[in-house]
């Protein structure tokens, strides 16, 4: 899978975690923090996002979502919740 | 065995229990809350186990990962590495987890475990873990982990006999501290870490077949895109409503015991003795009185906030709240610091060490004390009380409580607006850094723990009446009565004091915003708290009125001032940096006089700018 960058776009099934809806339920592919809307350095938010639980094989549900925007939303992550906002999330590809 | 007492330090992911244990194993009260971040400083106690050896225990906050991204992690990271000054490195490091969700704490433990300190993993909150049916092979984990377990419940009384008693025997045990391995892990470090802490989890733990549907269904309430909303705006609004109504017997019985003691000491002493008979009756009944009357109402307000802390409340409201916040230049953890700072500014200051970012953490500390703490609920009530009537609007809405509500909304606005400026001009290139934040499940407030904590709020407020007031209204009632007014003096004999002296030279400069000398005198000793004006009117209009002006120091604002000073008073106290506690503080964190000095200068700017808008307004609009 990482040996082809173009695996993600191949799988039409793999999107970003910022752009899923509310009642979303998938499985954590990967992270890629380089093309998000956050402040953070690519590096940086993806340690976040690793120390926060979200790593790889992660079932991922959104249970709730803000009221400007969408934003932010609550993503169970395995049995906890995380409240984050779209952009960071954009970093987690989910399937 | 030993005679030097031994270290151990409480580590772990943030909201595991860590501080009640500390409590339970201390006997102290340290501050417990359902939320992420609660702990941002060192706390040491101690205690004896039951086999007699004195143990120094350290709680520290909590933490992800030793990185230390933020200042209170930072703490945590230093004492586990022994960098701390004046720290020597913990004996036995107690990893704290909770139960239910061990995730990211086992995580948390195999990077622990490279710091090669002697270890117990200690899995709390294991009562809530048994009532969901999640069952845990301590054994196989133990095995897996390397390293000794023991459950606790840190809230019930003998929940940590087990702790103290493996911990007695690890004690007995002699333990070689391995050589640290640690480094700043990676985040291929971090992903290895987390799968093999999840494969543990997986033969170790059965998770229940029904997960904690109970927070999802509050959760749906309370999150809901429209309907979440309505509930932060009707507990707030339920809030000052309370304030105001459920506070209004006590308070009034408090005041009719004080004016009753007045009328006491007055019919007691002698009557030659009239200067002792107006320093108890003016100075200390009038005075300290009239801030001692406002107990009930800080009652009442940090029994909400207490509540809703420990139900797991404030998580939601910052989610609630994120997108405004963050639209004003916030920072996504900005909001339970700010949220805390209605009680208080300066535990919010303190609280502002969980962000990380330093620029985001300034801006935060900088608003601070804009929002309305608790101290500013005497100014405002007898403001309002005096001015505003007890009507009813809409049919079910106290008017005195919507003005109350109007002036937090105020304090809040103008917080959000500050930052929004402050971002504009100085930092116009930084976006603020991510909200990322553990929702905690709800759990039933413990009646015992909000009780000791509204019981310590209420001893700090008597405290500090008992102190700082005391020791302000002592020197006002001094200003205020001397020099005596000559013989056949004309007026009252206040107006020969220093007080009117300072007064009259201050009321030039306050004249534009409606202030007269009697205020004038308030304003300088409410430099040292906000409640401190309360008591100075109370003193200054007693002195000056004789003894009916004593008992009712609202009744007689409502003759002396027209509703424009009211409204400018009001005002005034929004924005006014009246606290010199918070400045001190503000000093401290910020790590220089520089801060300090623009937020005392920018608030005071404000209110004055503020308070002469309104004041002209109002007179232009007639109210008088
Ligand atoms: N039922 C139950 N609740 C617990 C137990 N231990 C702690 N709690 C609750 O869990 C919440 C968090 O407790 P704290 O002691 O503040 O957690 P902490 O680890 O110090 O949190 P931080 O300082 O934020 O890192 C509070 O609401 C406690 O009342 C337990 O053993 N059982
Ligand atoms: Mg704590």
């Keep these: 899978m990482t040996g082809d960058p173009n695996s993600s776009q191949d799988n039409p099934r793999d999107i970003r975690l910022g752009h899923a809806d509310r009642g979303f339920v998938g499985k954590i592919i990967r992270l890629d923090a380089l093309v998000t809307g956050s402040s953070l350095s690519a590096q940086e938010l993806e340690q976040r996002l690793v120390e926060m639980g979200f790593v790889e094989g992660a079932r991922v549900e959104i249970l709730h979502e803000g009221t400007i925007r969408r934003d932010p939303i609550a993503v169970r992550v395995d049995n906890i919740t995380i409240a984050l906002r779209r952009s960071e999330a954009m970093a987690v590809i989910v399937e | ?624």
Excluded at chain 2, 124 to 129: E, L
Excluded at chain 2, 240 to 266: C, K, N, R, Y
Aim: charged letters at 15%; glycine letters at 8%.
């Design chain 2, 1 to 624: 065995m030993t005679t030097a007492s031994l270290r151990l330090a409480l580590v772990g992911a943030p909201n595991t229990g860590k501080t009640s244990l500390f409590n339970r194993l201390t006997g102290s009260s340290q501050k417990v809350a359902n939320y992420p971040g609660v702990t941002v400083e060192r706390k040491s106690g101690g205690f004896v186990t039951p086999e007699g050896r004195s143990v120094t225990v350290l709680d520290l906050p909590g933490t992800y990962s030793l990185r230390g991204r933020s200042p209170d992690e930072e703490i945590t990271r230093d004492i586990v590495l022994g960098r701390f000054d004046g720290e020597a490195v913990p004996d036995l490091v107690l990893c704290v987890a909770d139960a239910t969700n061990l995730r990211l704490t086992l995580r948390l433990v195999l990077e622990l475990k490279r710091v090669g300190r002697p270890m117990m993993l200690v899995l709390n909150m294991i009562d809530i873990a048994k009532r969901r049916g999640v069952t845990i092979d301590l054994d196989r984990m133990s095995q897996e982990l390397g390293l000794p377990i023991v459950t606790s419940v840190a809230v019930r009384k003998g929940g940590v006999d087990e702790l103290l008693k493996r911990t007695d025997e690890f004690l007995a045990r002699s333990h070689e501290a391995a050589a640290s391995e640690w480094t700043t892990p990676t985040i291929a470090d971090l992903k290895a870490a987390q799968r093999e802490a999840d494969r543990i989890i997986a033969v170790a733990v059965t998770l229940p077949t029904k997960p904690d549907t109970l927070t999802n269904r509050i959760d749906s309430v309370v999150l809901h895109p429209v309907l979440g909303l309505v509930v932060l705006a009707v507990i707030l609004f339920v809030m000052f409503q309370a304030v105001f109504t459920w506070a209004q017997p006590a308070m009034e019985l408090l005041s009719d015991g004080f004016s009753a003691l007045g009328q006491l000491i007055h019919d007691v002493l002698p009557e030659s003795w009239t200067l002792l008979q107006s320093f108890l009756q003016n100075g200390l009944i009038s005075g300290v009185g009239s801030v001692i009357v406002f107990l009930p109402q800080i009652i009442i307000i940090f029994l909400f906030i207490l509540l809703l802390e420990d139900f797991g409340y404030m998580a939601r409201a910052a989610f609630l709240m994120d997108r405004i916040m963050g639209g004003a230049g916030l920072h996504g953890r900005a909001f339970i610091p700010l949220l805390s700072s209605f009680a208080c500014a300066i535990p919010g200051i303190m609280a502002t060490r969980v962000i990380d970012n330093p620029r985001d953490r300034l801006t935060t500390i900088l608003i601070a004390p804009l929002m309305t703490c608790s101290a500013r609920i005497p100014v405002y009530t007898l403001i309002i009380s005096a001015f505003v009537p007890a009507t009813t609007v809409w049919g079910f809405v106290n008017l005195q409580g919507l003005v109350m509500f109007g002036l937090y909304a105020a304090g809040i606005t103008s917080a959000l607006t500050v930052s929004a400026i402050a971002k504009f001009f100085l930092w116009r290139d930084h976006a603020p850094a991510p909200f990322m934040l553990e929702l905690p499940d709800y759990k039933v407030p413990r009646l015992k723990s909000i009780a000791i904590g509204v019981f310590n709020r209420a001893k700090m407020f008597l405290y500090r009446a008992g102190t700082t007031i005391l020791s302000m209204m002592v020197l006002i009632w001094f200003l205020a009565s001397f020099p005596q007014a000559p013989a056949g003096a004309e007026g009252p004999a206040i107006n020969y004091s220093f007080a009117a002296m300072i007064g009259h030279a201050l009321e030039p400069l306050l004249r534009p915003i409606g202030f007269n000398w009697q205020i004038a005198v308030a304003l300088i000793p409410g430099m040292a708290a906000r409640e401190v004006a309360v008591a100075a009117l109370g003193t200054v209009y007693s002195i000056e009125g004789g003894k009916e002006a004593a008992d009712a120091i609202g009744q007689v604002l409502a003759q002396k001032w027209t509703l424009a000073t009211a409204l400018s008073m009001l005002v005034w106290y929004i924005f006014a940096p009246q606290c010199a506690s918070t400045l001190a503080v503000i000093r401290r964190e910020t790590g220089g006089a520089k801060w300090m000095v623009v937020t005392f200068l920018y608030m005071l700017v404000l209110a004055y700018a503020a308070s002469f808008l309104t004041f002209n307004l109002a007179q232009a609009l007639g109210l008088h």
